[in-house]
């Protein structure tokens, strides 16, 4: 699997998690994890627009903003990710198995985008 594949599906779980938190379902189609996973996001991101202290004049194009943020965020990490797991598997002689990333997300509702760190 990608990173960005693993990046995302860490970004699925934390999106699970979160909805459920805000009492709300994550609603699975017949159109794919990747279509899902946008779908689920954006409706989550309206949830926080619209009950957060995100910025009034937001509207659902902000959604699709913080969507694109969040995926070149995710793509950006996934690119170091492959950088740096082939340096480590050269030169500490590792398992490219034996390396786990994790990801943290944080959302910054002055700005309405999802940070990954």
Known sequence: MSYLDQ??????TYLQQQ??????NYIVSEAGD???????SLA???WLRTTSGANKSFDESRDEVAWIM?????KA?????EKGTFDLVSKLHLEKNQIQIV????YDDEQHIVYVS
């Open 7 to 12: 990046f995302m599906q860490q970004w699925k």
């Open 19 to 24: 909805l459920s938190l805000c009492g709300m």
């Open 34 to 40: 990747a279509a899902d996973i946008k779908t689920n």
């Open 44 to 46: 989550y991101f309206s």
């Open 70 to 74: 969040l995926e070149k965020q995710l």
């Open 77 to 81: 990490f996934a690119e170091k990710a």
């Open 103 to 106: 990801l943290n997300f944080s």
